[in-house]
């Protein structure tokens, strides 16, 4: 494929973080080809940021960023998400290590480069497109959670009737595939939209991580499911439209790599899509107009939205034993108790009903309310504008 004549002059710039890799009882930094190689036949110059100390601190330097592409790497700093539904024994971690050892070495400063560059561009709205830890990075500077290890906390807790999945499978690196069902009207089912079979809705993805999504961010829409329940991509819908230049989401495996043996043809032409996709993404955000930094107006409107939704939280028993016990400073605070409760027994029934839903209905359902608290938030914004005037 050849680039397009009609690209800018100035080509626009996707950021893309290397990882460190042992070579010969060294350390070694690096870049898989096939992303860099998808970047430029799409029509944008990929620039290469090394995981070294104190680049974290001079991500400035490499403005303007069009975009970020953040891809393959070690295990995700567990201090920096918190799951207390989580607690592996010091044996059973120590065992984890023994078995993914290449991956359970913590680098910290690829870490810190790219929850910085992540939230950029949640902050700016950048074009990001994450792959396997990409996407985990995604999922944790959003809010979400991942498993520490999906074979000792998913796989083992199964019930028998389900189907397991080999999601790391060392003996067949690169050969190895499991199926994957595709969520309807999302981007994952334009992309493969030709290779899918309209009662099945599955294709067959690679597979390289032993850790995974747990809890999905709540901006998040599921794109697939691997048969063991493991979300294997996600999108944001309201940052999702690539001639707009908007392009927010991840996936848990490598399109780059889905290749026929001893060839470079794709599995199935989606794989490229994503990349050309993602490309259009990237050139569309380069012609709008926007400033390197959010706007000052713009944080201020963030914080008192922030401030003011704060006040419709359910309120912890602690706290409602603590409104008592000063008097009820709030206005009619019993009352606001009373409706609280009311409030978690609605939520609790919530949960009955979901529980039957099929993740298709979900998925729906978190994408209606995803959209409904976007268009909530800019109207609260809009009320607070013009009272400040």
Known sequence: ??????????????????????????????????????????????????????????????????????????????????????????????????????????????????????????????????????????????????????????TAKLPENRQRVVHMDYNNYDGHRHPVKVVENTPFQSWFKDSLEEEKMEILVNSYHHQGVKRLAQRFVPMAFAPDGLIEGFYDPNAYNPDEGRFILGLQFHPERMRTPYSQEFDYPGCSTIYQEFVRAVTAYQKKPHSPTPLPKQLKLNKEVENKTRSITALSLQEENRLKQMGATVRNGSHYVEKMGLHRERGELGRKVMGKMSFEQLSDLMSFYNMMGRICSEVLGRKLNESDR
């Open 1 to 154: 494929m050849a680039l397009n004549d009609d690209l800018p002059v100035t080509l626009p710039r996707v950021l893309i973080v290397s990882r460190r890799s042992v070579r010969k009882n060294k350390f070694v930094d690096f870049v898989g080809e096939y992303h860099l190689d998808l970047i430029v036949t799409y029509g944008a110059v990929p620039v290469i940021v090394p995981r070294v100390r104190g680049i974290h601190n001079l991500l400035d330097s490499y403005e303007p960023i069009h975009g970020v592409l953040l891809c393959e790497g070690e295990d995700i700093d567990t201090s920096l998400y918190v799951d207390d539904t989580s607690s592996l024994s010091l044996e059973v971690e120590e065992e984890i290590r023994g078995l993914h050892a290449s991956d359970t070495a913590i680098d910290k400063e690829k870490d810190s480069i790219e929850l910085k560059l992540a939230n950029l561009c949640l902050e700016r709205n950048i074009p990001y497109l994450g792959i396997c830890r990409g996407s985990q990075i995604l999922n944790v500077v959003s809010g979400g959670t991942l498993y520490k290890d999906i074979g000792t906390e998913l």
